[in-house]
T-cell receptor, first 107, second 115 residues
Framework: RKEVEQDPGPFNVPEGATVAFNCTYSNSASQSFFWYRQDCRKEPKLLMSVYSSGNEDGRFTAQLNRASQYISLLIRDSKLSDSATYLCCSGNTPLVFGKGTRLSVIA | EPEVTQTPSHQVTQMGQEVILRCVPISNHLYFYWYRQILGQKVEFLVSFYNNEISEKSEIFDDQFSVERPDGSNFTLKIRSTKLEDSAMYFC?????????????FGPGTRLLVL
């Protein structure tokens, strides 16, 4: 069975903190991965794609470790608006999602 | 920016009734998907659709479910005889290629409540 596992959190961090989430996947054939952000009762919105060893976009850095089958998401200088649930997913069609990691950034 | 749209945003129905959830994928996309998310649970794949036929479906997508692309823009999910456990958020998604790793864009969802 193809599974994606995440620490559910919640992670409660102060503004400006750096926070990292990990995600493990079981399907060694997976070639690409995504981080989606999901606000309460809203749809998943694409945050980052991870196709090779990693990707960086502003304050967000995603890394992929194929040997250990995990993906990480690092958020630097966290802001109140980063509060959301972060969904890791394996990009094999169809997408296989983890349950998500909840982040609360506190003023 | 083009986006996936879904109607209705909310649907309340009685157990045993039929519901049709509607989606308008991004206009130049060719691959369409339905996912569901039960409250507090993970997003789960239901079905993928390409070239007017189902390309893949999960074990959740049993005989009570069907999908259709009735015209050039709409993509529908029908649940024939709803059960209490069908209560969930249903998301439509689309992508312009079905290749592994192609980004899928999600609609805002339809919240279905079966009483």
């Amino acid at each position: 069975r193809k599974e994606v596992e995440q620490d559910p959190g919640p992670f409660n961090v102060p503004e400006g903190a750096t926070v990292a989430f990990n995600c493990t996947y079981s399907n060694s054939a997976s070639q690409s991965f995504f981080w989606y952000r999901q606000d309460c009762r809203k749809e998943p919105k694409l945050l980052m794609s991870v196709y090779s060893s990693g990707n960086e976009d502003g304050r967000f850095t995603a890394q992929l470790n194929r040997a250990s089958q995990y993906i990480s998401l690092l958020i630097r200088d966290s802001k109140l608006s980063d509060s959301a649930t972060y969904l890791c997913c394996s990009g094999n069609t169809p997408l296989v999602f983890g349950k998500g990691t909840r982040l609360s950034v506190i003023a | 920016e083009p986006e996936v749209t879904q109607t209705p945003s909310h649907q309340v129905t009685q157990m045993g009734q039929e519901v049709i959830l509607r989606c308008v994928p991004i206009s130049n996309h060719l691959y369409f998907y339905w996912y569901r998310q039960i409250l507090g649970q993970k997003v789960e794949f239901l079905v993928s659709f390409y070239n007017n036929e189902i390309s893949e479906k999960s074990e959740i997508f049993d005989d009570q479910f069907s999908v259709e692309r009735p015209d050039g823009s709409n993509f529908t999910l029908k649940i024939r005889s709803t059960k209490l456990e069908d209560s969930a958020m249903y998301f439509c998604a689309s992508s312009d290629r079905g290749a592994r790793g192609e980004t899928q864009y999600f609609g805002p969802g339809t919240r279905l409540l079966v009483l």
